[in-house]
């Protein structure tokens, strides 16, 4: 379930909870009663609060950490094209093949981290990877500085990997569904108990709508965080896909 789904699902939850609310004869309870009411709402509240500032700690967390891990790759990347350029022009080649797999790696990373794409396929690594990886283990360096060469390109080409590979195992949203929909009870009985002691005016159903919008805003704020690579809050693709300038003919 995307995250437009369940913040609407939230926000009717809320604010539907809310106006029930005002229907219930709460005013018909004692004050002893009413003071139990608020107090277990009391509680509840402290809870969701608490839950909700984890939730989006944590979401913002997650996306910090992937969006660090593709400026990383990109950093790996244009270091591993100047020590290929150092090397000599014998690996034009593979210069221009690690061009032709950064549009190849950019699509597959966002593709499969989409809200839509399907997460069940095991990870593969793609022929073009083996491939680069082969061409770059063949080099035949005729002195100590391509042999230095020659292992970082090997040693960082290797990092870019293991990179992609978190990457992939990071897909699919963080927070768990059943998690969400506690929390989604826990916000409709505290906006159910707002609605129980206040008078239906115009200006409380307003207050209680924005209010149940704004608790719909923070669960859509943080299924955004949990998805980095779709959404309104996606990480861009441009930087690691036009990081390196055309080789030359």
């Given amino acids: 379930m995307n995250a437009i789904a369940l913040s609407c699902i939230t926000f009717v939850c809320t604010s539907g909870g809310a106006l029930l609310g005002m229907f219930l004869p ?26 909700l500032g984890l939730l989006i700690a944590s979401a913002k967390s997650s996306y910090d950490t992937q969006s660090t891990q593709i400026r990383q790759m990109t950093a790996n990347i244009i270091v591993l094209d100047n020590l290929l350029k150092q090397y000599g022009t014998e690996t034009s080649d593979i210069r221009n093949m690690l061009r032709r797999g950064i549009v190849l790696l950019a699509d597959r990373i966002w593709r499969e981290n989409s809200s839509d794409s399907a997460k069940v396929a095991p990870f593969a690594a793609t022929d073009a990877s083996e491939t680069f990886y082969a061409k770059l283990q063949q080099l035949s360096p005729q002195n100590d500085a391509q042999r230095s060469l020659q292992a970082r390109a090997i040693q960082i080409s290797t990092d870019i990997a293991q990179t992609r590979l978190l990457l992939f195992a990071q897909t699919g949203n963080s927070v768990p569904i059943p998690f969400l929909v506690v929390l989604i009870f826990w916000l409709t009985m505290i906006f159910t108990s707002f609605g129980l002691f206040a008078r239906p005016t115009a200006i409380v159903i307003g207050c209680l709508l924005i209010f149940a919008l704004s608790a719909a805003g923070a669960i859509y704020l ?28």
């Fill in 26 to 51: 709460g005013h018909r309870l004692s004050t002893e009663d009413k003071d139990v009411v608020r107090l277990g709402t009391g509680l509840i509240g402290t809870i969701a609060a608490l839950v």
């Fill in 222 to 249: 943080i299924l955004e965080l949990g998805q980095p690579f779709a959404g309104l809050m996606e990480i861009s693709s441009a930087p690691l896909r036009n990081m390196l300038p055309p080789l030359g003919p």
